[in-house]
């Protein structure tokens, strides 16, 4: 008996498992079927508000704002100018600010990251205080979302308040804060990188550097010049050399290729491959007897990169060898641009 009502009960929970998925699947179904209506329904008007207002706009639900939000910030983000401001006069029509504010008050985590993203691209200052208190919250994704909204309202506002923020937040994703700092522009980005570069530490160097050849490499040269100069820390000169890009001043890259650590060595003798000047193939064909052979691999390249060596240079080159490191690691360069 026990037997039989152990398999009975199974099969009843088997029943009610199958039953809940089922509705759970209808359910789905029925809301990609509304998503898609309520897509079908506003493209149209959304394009066609691109050109020329539009008389009359549909109603739009609090259950179906998710939906529509996405549809109007993925126009957003596509296109520039002019075309944004009429995608927002749609917002203002339909009542998005009000809405949003619900968002932000009340919807769960999702609700509130969409809300934010809705507010930067509405350039809507009414949740200013909302959202620098959210760009220094500790949930990475909500605190950039929010710190690119910033930017997004009032960009001469927003940056003394982020930068602190971008110099100690280890957690934010570099490519994303770089991203950010490309849409504030560079002419109003550059003076706090530089500022910021005199006072960080070599923990917080690297980072701003790689935002410095990401936002605004012209209007930086003196100051990853003064890096290169004076930084101690290997890490920060490695990357100064990676970021370099001024071809007129060289003296600072030049001085490094006999320095200690190889590691250096290696990244000064790729930076004279992009920006060197004759005389300089003299100084990377030193390092071809290099003790390490990452460095004779990079001055081998390095001699490969130079604008005004062919490759019977390289050959003159490797026949002046006496060191037989030298000659294998041309031969193998010469190979691997043979080969490309």
Same mark, same amino acid.
């Given at each position: 008996m026990l037997a039989f009502w152990t398999g009975a009960g199974a099969i009843v929970l088997t029943i009610v498992l199958f039953m809940q998925i089922l509705l759970l699947r209808v359910r789905l179904v029925m809301r990609k079927r509304r998503d898609q209506v309520l897509i079908d329904r506003w493209r149209p008007l959304? $394009?066609?508000?691109?050109?020329?207002?539009? #008389?009359?706009?549909?109603?739009?639900?609090?259950?179906? $704002?998710? %939906?529509?939000?996405? &549809?109007?910030?993925?126009?957003?983000e596509s296109l520039r100018g002019e075309s944004k401001a009429s995608?927002?006069?749609?917002?203002?029509?339909?009542?998005?600010?009000?809405?949003?504010?619900?968002? &932000?008050?009340?919807?769960?985590?999702?609700?509130?990251?969409?809300?934010?993203? /809705?507010?930067?691209?509405?350039?809507?200052?009414s949740s200013w205080e909302?959202?620098?208190?959210?760009?220094?919250?500790?949930?990475?994704?909500?605190?950039?979302a929010a710190a690119r909204a910033l930017v997004l309202i009032d960009t001469s506002e927003s940056l003394p308040i982020l930068?602190?923020?971008?110099?100690?937040? %280890?957690?934010? /994703? /570099?490519?994303? $804060?770089?991203?950010? &700092?490309r849409e504030a522009g560079a002419t109003s980005v550059a003076p706090y990188l530089n500022k910021a570069v005199r006072t960080?530490?070599?923990?917080?160097?690297?980072?701003?550097?790689?935002?410095m050849q990401a936002v605004c490499p012209m209007e930086s040269l003196t100051s990853i010049r003064m890096v290169l100069e004076k930084?101690?820390?290997?890490?920060?000169?490695?990357t100064a050399l990676q970021?370099?890009?001024?071809?007129?001043?060289?003296? #600072? $890259?030049?001085n490094l290729l006999q320095h200690p650590r190889w590691h250096i060595r290696v990244q000064a003798a790729s930076a004279l491959g992009r920006l060197g000047a004759p005389g300089d193939d003299v100084r990377l064909k030193r390092l071809l007897s290099d003790e390490q052979w990452w460095v004779r691999y990079r001055a081998a390249q390095a001699l490969a990169s130079l604008p005004f060596l062919e490759l019977e240079d390289l050959r003159r080159i490797k026949a002046e060898q006496t060191d037989r490191f030298a000659r294998d690691i041309l031969d193998q360069v010469m190979a691997e641009a043979n080969l490309r």
């Amino acid at each position: 008996m026990l037997a039989f009502w152990t398999g009975a009960g199974a099969i009843v929970l088997t029943i009610v498992l199958f039953m809940q998925i089922l509705l759970l699947r209808v359910r789905l179904v029925m809301r990609k079927r509304r998503d898609q209506v309520l897509i079908d329904r506003w493209r149209p008007l959304l $394009v066609q508000a691109l050109d020329t207002p539009v #008389a009359q706009l549909p109603r739009l639900p609090y259950r179906d $704002v998710s %939906t529509f939000l996405s &549809l109007w910030n993925h126009l957003h983000e596509s296109l520039r100018g002019e075309s944004k401001a009429s995608l927002n006069r749609v917002a203002s029509a339909v009542g998005l600010g009000s809405i949003l504010a619900r968002m &932000l008050k009340n919807g769960g985590a999702r609700e509130r990251l969409i809300a934010v993203v /809705s507010l930067g691209n509405l350039r809507d200052r009414s949740s200013w205080e909302v959202l620098v208190l959210w760009a220094g919250s500790d949930k990475p994704a909500l605190s950039l979302a929010a710190a690119r909204a910033l930017v997004l309202i009032d960009t001469s506002e927003s940056l003394p308040i982020l930068f602190p923020l971008i110099l100690n937040r %280890t957690d934010w /994703s /570099s490519a994303r $804060v770089a991203s950010i &700092l490309r849409e504030a522009g560079a002419t109003s980005v550059a003076p706090y990188l530089n500022k910021a570069v005199r006072t960080a530490g070599p923990e917080q160097l690297p980072r701003l550097l790689r935002y410095m050849q990401a936002v605004c490499p012209m209007e930086s040269l003196t100051s990853i010049r003064m890096v290169l100069e004076k930084a101690e820390d290997d890490h920060v000169i490695s990357t100064a050399l990676q970021v370099y890009s001024d071809p007129s001043n060289l003296n #600072a $890259v030049r001085n490094l290729l006999q320095h200690p650590r190889w590691h250096i060595r290696v990244q000064a003798a790729s930076a004279l491959g992009r920006l060197g000047a004759p005389g300089d193939d003299v100084r990377l064909k030193r390092l071809l007897s290099d003790e390490q052979w990452w460095v004779r691999y990079r001055a081998a390249q390095a001699l490969a990169s130079l604008p005004f060596l062919e490759l019977e240079d390289l050959r003159r080159i490797k026949a002046e060898q006496t060191d037989r490191f030298a000659r294998d690691i041309l031969d193998q360069v010469m190979a691997e641009a043979n080969l490309r």
